[in-house]
């Protein structure tokens, strides 16, 4: 709010002077903001967080002085921190089309592009910033260009690049060894040490495992350490090599499977899983991870034989019962669903994940009452979770246990200020009340903290009911 406070500052009327005693008074003229105080504003709003009024701040800068790029590359890079990479890109496109230098603008576009997950887009406006001028996070989108591309020649000359010019890059030496732990394991171990980070430590551990083994078996542990540290690009590359050294290897193609899957390319993904299957069809991996493929796409008839299947082969497994609770939630098996819940719970009873998971499942629901338990277990066990709070909060409230639901939110709040769900919670609540004012501050709040996309629709459409109240019944 104080970046709205700094707009309206700037709309000040001067003082009357009297020039004489006897000569009517003159009023100074209106003082109104220039392009560089909306500039300014729309700063000083985006370090504040207040992303909402520097937008507004900048879209009047940009009515100000129409064939200025300046506003739009603001914008840009606002929509960047943002993660709205969508609204980046076309705010760039007309900072472009008003004559932004290239220099300012490739960069930009190769970042959103990254943002958005297109990665030859990336790569392209990439290279075109490093032919402008050498710059780190350039050479650094280039590399994570290729990776994602699956193009490792190209990947391993770009991070080579970067310690070219910078020998101390802790992740350019990781990625370099992981790269060349596929290709050429006897190069890989001084990158690695060079490294430290988690992901290098633990491949030098799986060469060292994996050392005088079958290629294809030492190619899956490098694919499964990557996909453990959150890298499936790695893991892609390692676990082709892997398939199609052996491509019966049930382990190699169920593994090729997931990082393509979390990769975002899912139509890619099913054939390896599917492969997977057929190779080894007793697999628990193989088949929960079809299972769970095929229960994403919303093909839940599909994937009930195979989540079944992997739960009669580790019916230990607190996972395979949750997602056995997703398959009859969708099947309309609610019932059945509950019973699996409770099972899981069962399985792993001092596990927060879980209780969030089970909690989660009923309040996104809206059966309050049902994940009350689950709920409070979850706080118990991560007192400390601002999640935790904010899903204690949103289950109080569908319970209609309003204050106390109050009182969770600012819980989480106090301890993750922009965490957008609790934000977003918390208006609804003053909402309920006929709080517009207090609703509209926390709906905002929310809207101007990171949010996936269906979340900032569900903000903005709350926003909306705030001004087109639905009318009354009857």
């Known amino acids: 709010m104080e970046g709205v406070a700094r707009l309206a ?54 009515a100000l002085a129409p064939d200025a790029p300046t506003p739009y590359l ?47 887009e990336t790569a392209r406006h990439a290279e075109a ?12 989108l280039v590399a994570q260009a290729y990776l994602n591309l699956g193009r490792a020649t190209e990947a391993e000359t770009a991070y080579r690049a970067i310690l070219t010019a910078d020998p101390q890059s802790s992740l350019a030496h990781e990625r370099l060894g992981a790269l060349l732990a596929i290709s050429e394991p006897a190069g890989a171990g001084g990158h690695l040490e060079a490294a430290g980070t988690p992901l290098a430590t633990a491949l030098l551990d799986t060469l060292e495992q994996s050392a005088g083994s079958d290629p294809a078996y030492r190619l899956t542990l490098i694919g499964q350490t990557c996909l453990d540290h959150g890298v499936p690009a790695l893991a892609a590359l390692a676990l082709a090599q892997a398939a199609t050294a052996n491509p019966e290897y049930a382990d190699a193609q169920a593994l090729w499977g997931l990082a393509l899957d979390q990769m975002g390319r899912t139509e890619e993904a099913l054939p390896h899983l599917e492969a997977a299957v057929q190779a080894a069809p007793d697999s628990a991996r193989a088949r929960s991870l079809l299972g769970i493929h095929l229960l994403s796409a919303h093909e839940p008839e599909a994937a009930r034989p195979h989540l079944e299947a992997a739960h009669e082969a580790d019916p230990q497994n607190p996972a395979f019962c949750l997602y056995l609770a997703y398959l009859y939630a969708d099947l309309g098996g609610y019932e059945v669903a509950r019973v699996w819940l409770e099972e899981a719970t069962r399985l792993a009873p001092q596990e927060p994940a879980i209780w969030e998971r089970v909690a989660r499942f009923y309040a996104e629901r809206g059966l309050g009452a049902q994940g009350l338990r689950a709920a409070h277990n979850l706080v ?14 949103w289950t109080l409230f569908l319970t209609g246990e309003v204050e106390h639901a109050e009182a969770e939110l600012g819980e989480a709040l106090a301890r993750e200020p922009c965490l957008a769900t609790a934000q977003y919670h918390l208006g609804e609540i003053y909402a309920y009340r006929s709080q517009s004012a207090a609703a509209r501050a926390a709906l905002t709040r929310a809207l101007d903290c990171n949010t996936d996309p269906t979340l900032r629709a569900e903000i903005e459409e709350a926003l909306l009911r705030l001004d087109c109240p639905a009318p009354p019944a009857g």
């Open 74 to 120: 603001r914008l840009a890079r606002l929509y960047l921190d943002w993660n709205r990479p969508q609204e980046g890109l076309a705010a760039v496109a007309e900072a472009a089309e008003r004559g932004a230098a290239d220099a300012d603008v490739e960069p930009l576009r190769a970042a959103l592009y990254a943002a958005a997950g297109d990665w030859e």
């Open 9 to 62: 500052a700037f709309s000040l009327v001067g003082l009357c002077l009297w020039l004489t005693a006897c000569a009517p008074p003159t009023p100074s003229p209106i003082v109104t903001p220039d392009l560089s105080s909306w500039l300014a504003a729309g700063d000083a709003a985006a370090a504040d967080g207040a992303r909402t009024a520097a937008v507004s701040a900048y879209e009047q800068a940009a």
């Open 380 to 393: 118990a066990l991560a007192p400390e979770s601002a999640k935790a709070h904010d899903l204690l909060g």
């Open 129 to 140: 910033a490093l032919a402008l001028a050498p710059d780190d996070d350039a050479h650094a």
